[in-house]
């Protein structure tokens, strides 16, 4: 073995050491590197310099490794047995290594806010000139432009750069993020969900007179529109040379906010749109035709008719298609009528209050529907696997989906109805694996805020997962697949094993014959809350009647006494998450009957996202609790309460959160702006100055939560003390008072 190798090893380990915080190792790792004579450690050794806060210090180190060009590749092995590496596999293994010196002074130079931003673009074209097939690249290049897009978006309109109003710089994001996705596809949800905002924003200005904000010089006017128009026409251009270059799985990560879009007001827009979403569909039918059948099923007719239109485009290409490949035009007849079936069971109504009832007889459904090619909405099987590899070759050549997917081969006809207002009825299909898969047919219920919110925990998820100390931990949100089959319907994936918390402590405390009189709980609480001076007629009359009991089903259900520490952690850490997200998001409503726990392993599982974006604070009861933090769940974190896991796992999941909060806006704002899904809702009172009404004013309320800025404050709090102030507000005696009675804050 060479030096060469041996110090690339080195290297390798202090990489991986840097990640994962341990400095001292890494230094030491470093250290053995250039003692080996390899001078690219000067690489890592600033990057150490930079995590360890002397950037100035940092950069002059980079800078001087750049001047001295000493950069050697590590990508290749010097051994007997390998084939000599070629020259033009070196060189481009060269250039990728000078293109990360570069892009990294490039991102210092850009956060440490030491140089102008001309410099910054010229660092960062550098870094893509010397290694063009890099994702990263283009992707930082493009991140750059969109820093400078939304400086100048919060200019006033007098101020603002005329490479901002004609969409020059929008247009510049857009070119680069397309470039990075044609290379690789790391970043692709950071990505593709920008480039769609600004796109179809672009679209509807370039359709509209400029806004009289601009003023009413007539050539000016004339001159903006004339050049909104052109960039558009060449973004047009871009979109449809990537739409045929790139794989349809990349478009599939983004397919219901694609569709969501689909009643866009320019027509050549929604021309690309109809390409974008018949390239996904033919490639993918059965994954992606749950999302269009959605569409041809919708209430509003112009939606409906573009659905129409695209399954019209479909046809088309199956007439192109091989016919070797699956049968796309019947596979598309077939998954119509069993879409159709699907709704008659959800809509059908119920007589009486069976809990079993027949899927034929009761419900009306024609067997006839199944078998059909189209794959079990769940989670498994409608998630696209991204390439890990970053090379374009593989991108095209990747298969985002197993070749052995579950499709519904028949349906059983025992159906279980569970009692609660809109009687949701669970059915059971058999997959074409032979095994039994259960949904939740749920009837008048808009499923696509749910649909949404899965996408964002996933995006969550992902980044609990890239960090070091949260994947420790194994810091998750619990999600599952939720399809729409229209404005009103909708199948939910079951997860089985669940218990409500309700249910748990209602169990608990029958056992314990503790009586629960909820008109005299009513009348306590009215009077407790009548006055802050009455908070002890809460805390002395109500709470001490229920003692805590639901630390009892941990005991129960895990007797093992390390299964049962292992149940209670990840309770604790889950729970931890999702009061976090949801506290950002603005998540109410979270009864008894919303929290459920995992009966195998006893993580949290929520359920029902209606209530978002501080909606319960509109209510006839406000909800003052930032989450649900009541004494049951406190007890049941053990001895330290809320002050150990519950905490630490609360800061992490914040302070990653903050690390990442402009991917979380970005997808935020395609959600916010589909006007299929009324995310704001109509509020009941219009008295509540602090829940906004527009969808600008909610990405604001967002951002400044996860900044650590609360309500009329102006200085933003540490993770550490916002997380402090959440906590005192969730346990607050007074806030927990003053909740209605459904949701129970004595348990």
């Known amino acids: ?45 600033s990057k150490l310099l930079w995590r360890e806060g002397q950037h100035r210090k940092a950069i002059r180190s980079l800078e001087g490794a750049i001047a001295a060009n000493v950069f050697r590749s590590h990508n290749y092995i010097h051994s007997e047995e390998s084939v000599a590496p070629t020259d033009a596999s070196k060189s481009s293994q060269q250039n990728l290594l000078t293109a990360r010196a570069h892009l990294l002074l490039a991102k210092w130079m850009d956060r440490a806010g030491q140089s102008q931003s001309d410099w910054v673009i010229r660092q960062y074209r550098l870094a893509v000139s010397c290694y063009s097939r890099w994702e990263k690249g283009h992707y930082y290049l493009g991140k750059h432009y969109n820093k400078l897009l939304e400086s100048e978006k919060a200019k006033p309109p007098a101020k603002q750069a005329q490479t901002y109003i004609t969409g020059e710089t929008a247009k510049l994001v857009i070119e680069n993020y397309l470039r990075s996705m044609s290379v690789g596809a790391k970043y692709i949800y950071q990505t593709l969900p920008r480039v769609l905002t600004l796109w179809l924003e672009l679209g509807s200005e370039a359709e509209q007179p400029l806004d009289p904000i601009y003023g009413n010089d007539e050539d000016f006017r004339s001159h903006t529109t004339a050049q909104r128009r052109k960039m558009l026409t060449a973004i047009h251009t871009q979109l449809k040379k990537y739409t045929d270059k ?23 827009v929604y021309a690309h749109l109809t390409d974008i979403i018949a390239k996904v ?32 485009k479909l046809m088309e290409y199956a007439k192109r298609a091989r016919s070797d490949s699956l049968d796309l035009r019947a596979l598309i007849a077939q998954s119509q009528k069993l879409s159709e079936q ?146 009103e319907c909708g199948l939910i994936e ?96 979270r009864h008894g009957e919303n929290i459920l726990f995992e009966e195998g392993n006893g993580g949290t599982f929520h359920v029902d996202f209606n209530c978002l974006f501080d909606k319960g604070l509109t209510f006839e009861k406000p909800e003052l609790v930032p989450f649900r933090l009541t004494h049951n769940m406190v007890d049941a974190f053990g001895a330290y309460g809320y002050d150990g896991p519950f905490r630490k796992s609360s800061e992490l999941t914040l302070g990653i959160l903050r690390a990442h909060d402009d991917t979380l806006m970005t997808i935020l704002e395609t959600f916010l702006y589909d006007p299929t899904t009324d995310f704001i809702g109509k509020k009941k009172r219009s008295g509540v100055s602090v829940v906004p009404q527009t969808p600008e004013g909610v990405l604001e309320n967002v951002r400044n939560k996860v900044r650590g800025l609360l309500p009329g404050e102006s200085v933003p709090l540490s993770v550490e003390g916002y997380v402090q102030e959440l906590i005192r507000q969730a346990t607050d005696p007074w806030r927990l008072a003053n909740m209605y009675i459904g949701w129970c804050a004595f348990f």
């Open 1 to 45: 073995m060479s030096h060469l190798d041996i110090s690339s090893a080195w290297l390798t380990s202090a990489k991986l050491a840097r990640k994962a915080n341990f400095t001292h190792q890494a230094f030491n790792a470093v250290l053995h590197a250039s003692q080996l004579g390899d001078e690219s450690a000067t690489i890592e050794h």
């Open 246 to 268: 790139l794989p349809a799985f990349v478009f599939y990560t983004a397919l219901s906010q694609i569709v969501a879009r689909i009643c866009h007001s320019n027509n050549t």
């Open 281 to 312: 569909v033919s490639q993918h039918p059965q994954q992606a035709l749950w999302t269009l059948l959605a569409v041809v099923k919708s209430s509003s007719r112009e939606r409906a008719q573009r659905g129409h239109t695209c399954m019209s």
């Open 342 to 487: 699907l709704l008659h069971v959800c809509e059908c109504t119920i007589q009486g209050k069976p809990t079993n009832v027949s899927i034929t007889k009761d419900l009306g459904f024609n067997h006839k529907s199944a078998p059909c090619k189209i794959v079990i909405p769940l989670e498994s099987t409608m998630t696209a696997v991204l390439p890990t590899v970053t090379d374009n070759v593989k991108m095209r050549a990747h298969k985002a989906f197993s070749k052995d997917i579950i499709t519904i081969s028949s349906f059983l006809d025992d159906v279980l109805v569970l009692n609660s207002l809109q009687r949701p009825r669970r059915i059971s299909i058999r997959g074409s694996d032979g095994n039994v898969y259960a949904l939740l047919c749920k009837p008048k219920d808009d499923l696509r805020k749910d649909q949404r919110l899965m996408e964002f925990n996933a995006m969550i998820n992902r980044s609990l997962k890239k960090d070091a100390e949260s994947s420790k931990r194994r810091l998750y949100i619990k999600t599952y697949a939720v399809t729409p089959l229209n404005e």
């Open 494 to 589: 079951w997860v089985d094993n669940l218990k409500t918390l309700r249910d748990i402590l209602l169990n608990a405390y029958r056992q314990k014959n503790v009586p629960i009189n909820y008109s005299e709980i009513r009348t306590l609480l009215n009077e407790a809350c009548s006055d802050e001076s009455k908070t002890p007629i809460f805390t002395d009359k109500v709470l001490s009647k229920f003692p805590p009991a639901f630390h009892e089903w941990f005991v129960e259900m895990f007797p093992d006494p390390s299964a049962w520490f292992a149940a209670r952690l990840r309770y604790t850490r889950s729970c931890a998450v999702m009061s976090v997200v949801g506290h950002v998001l603005g998540l109410g409503d």
